[in-house]
């Protein structure tokens, strides 16, 4: 089965702290994602990468970045975190096609 | 630029009953799928069924069948004989080329509920 797991399922952060959501897939998957979900809008695509070192910006970059330095890990990050990113982020990983997703990670910015 | 709508943001329907959730797409690209994700309250995203714009047949997975008609740009989730264990967000997805790689655009979701 394939398994992506992301880092943390619950993160509380202060606003202006930097802050790293990881994400790791076994299966070898050239294709990574990260989404965040919020009530009412669904899934919006913040970034992804289609091979180690390469990243595209999604629907929603601003305030995000993404480090992809081996092929089974995608990291986004947020520079200095606001309070209009506290949301639900997914991670997922994909060969061409479905998506396998992780478990998610809530996170609050007060 | 491809768009994905959900226009039910909630159902409730009696347990057995069979239910429908909408979806209708927008794309200009000739080739591409269409995905059902199903969400239950523990946050996880469930894979339930996928159909490619050039299938010829309407998908189905169990209790699932994709009613797909390509000319009004609709893929309806149908669950057959819901249960209780149905209630959860669904989302419908589409594949789409972005910048030469593959994506998924998403729906806002439909929040379904079985009443026993």
């Known amino acids: 089965d394939v398994k992506v797991t992301q880092s943390s399922r619950y993160l509380v952060k202060r606003t202006g702290e930097k802050v790293f959501l990881e994400c790791v897939q076994d299966?070898?998957?050239?294709?990574m994602f990260w989404y965040r979900q919020d009530p009412g809008l669904g899934l919006r695509l913040i970034y992804f990468s289609y091979d180690v070192k390469m990243k595209e910006k999604g629907d929603i970059p601003e305030g995000y970045s993404v480090s992809r330095e081996k092929k089974e890990r995608f990291s986004l990050i947020l520079e200095s975190a606001s309070t209009n990113q506290t949301s639900m982020y997914l991670c997922?990983?994909?060969?061409?096609?479905?998506?396998?997703f992780g478990e998610g990670s809530r996170l609050t910015v007060l | 630029a491809q768009k994905i709508t959900q226009t039910q943001p909630g159902m409730f329907v009696q347990e057995k009953e069979a239910v429908t959730l909408d979806c209708t797409y927008d794309?200009?690209?000739?080739?591409?799928?269409l995905f059902w994700y199903k969400q239950p309250s523990s946050g996880e995203m469930i894979f339930l069924i996928y159909?490619?714009?050039?299938?010829?047949q309407n998908a189905t997975e169990g209790r699932y069948s994709l009613n797909f008609q390509k000319a009004r740009k609709s893929a309806n989730l149908v669950i057959s004989a819901s249960q209780l264990g149905d209630s959860a967000m669904y989302f419908c997805a589409m594949r789409a080329l972005y910048q030469g790689a593959q994506k998924l655009v998403f729906g806002q979701g439909t929040r379904l509920t079985i009443n026993p």
């Open positions: 299966m070898d998957h050239e294709n």
């Open positions: 997922a990983s994909s060969p061409s096609g479905e998506l396998f």
């Open positions: 794309t200009s690209d000739p080739s591409y799928g």
């Open positions: 159909q490619g714009s050039y299938d010829q």
